[in-house]
């Protein structure tokens, strides 16, 4: 079975700090892994997906995430956070042994960038 | 490029009364679901179908009910709605092969059952 872990429900970061929200998973093969954000009142969006390759991945607002096998971890990441950064973020994974089954979502973690 | 249409955005709805609600795209992808968010508990899935023609059941499928009669359209129904089912109802779809395409939501269809 494919779970994930967001081990935190709301982040806060001041405007220009570097942000990090985390995510974990479990696979019993490789794992595909994505990232949403879903600003209020709005459907989801992604921003990026880790494949297969590098193990950093660039996506879309200038975020970025880091494929951490090891640690079965794939925490999203920004150099420099903006106030309309704000936002609720998914990770979801999908295993590449189950076929094709549905994405799996974590609860989300709440974003607030404070000028 | 419209993408995800669902309809309603918003809707009350008695307990015991049936509701069914649209989702249609546009973009001729393969595999459509339906999520339901609830706070504290993220995106769960209800339903969902790899091709037309098919569907299968997800971590919520009790009290919904699918079809997928053509690639667009893709309606979940509740026989009888009960105030559990007061939530928010996703609709997205993706290009699923090689089953690394991204899902595309809709903008959501807001229910509350009273």
């Known amino acids: 079975a494919q779970s994930v872990a967001q081990p935190e429900d709301q982040v806060n970061v001041a405007e220009g700090n570097p942000l990090t929200v985390k995510c974990t998973y479990s696979?019993?093969?490789?794992?595909?892994l994505f990232w949403y954000v879903q600003y209020p009142n709005r459907g989801l969006q992604f921003l990026l997906k880790y494949i297969t390759g590098d193990n950093l991945v660039k996506g879309s607002y200038g975020f970025e995430a880091e494929f951490n096998k090891s640690q079965t971890s794939f925490h999203l990441k920004k150099p420099s956070a903006l106030v309309s950064d704000s936002a609720l973020y998914f990770c979801a994974v999908r295993d590449l042994l189950s076929g094709n089954t549905p994405l799996v979502f974590g609860k989300g973690t709440r974003l607030s960038v404070i000028a | 490029t419209a993408g995800i249409t669902q309809a309603p955005t918003s809707q009350i709805l008695a307990a015991g009364r049936s509701m069914t609600l649209r989702c249609t795209q546009d973009?001729?992808?393969?595999?459509m679901y339906w999520y339901r968010q609830d706070l504290g508990l993220g995106l769960r899935l209800i339903h969902y179908s790899n091709t037309a023609g098919t569907t299968g059941k997800g971590e919520v499928p009790d009290g919904y009910s699918v079809s997928r009669a053509n690639t667009d359209d893709f309606p979940l129904t509740l026989a009888s709605a009960v105030p559990s089912q007061t939530s928010v109802y996703f609709c997205?779809?993706?290009?699923?092969?090689?089953?690394?395409?991204?899902?595309?939501f809709g903008e959501g269809s807001r229910l509350t059952v009273l």
């Open positions: 973009m001729r992808h393969n595999a």
């Open positions: 997205a779809s993706s290009d699923s092969s090689g089953f690394v395409g991204e899902l595309f």
């Open positions: 696979v019993s093969g490789n794992p595909y």
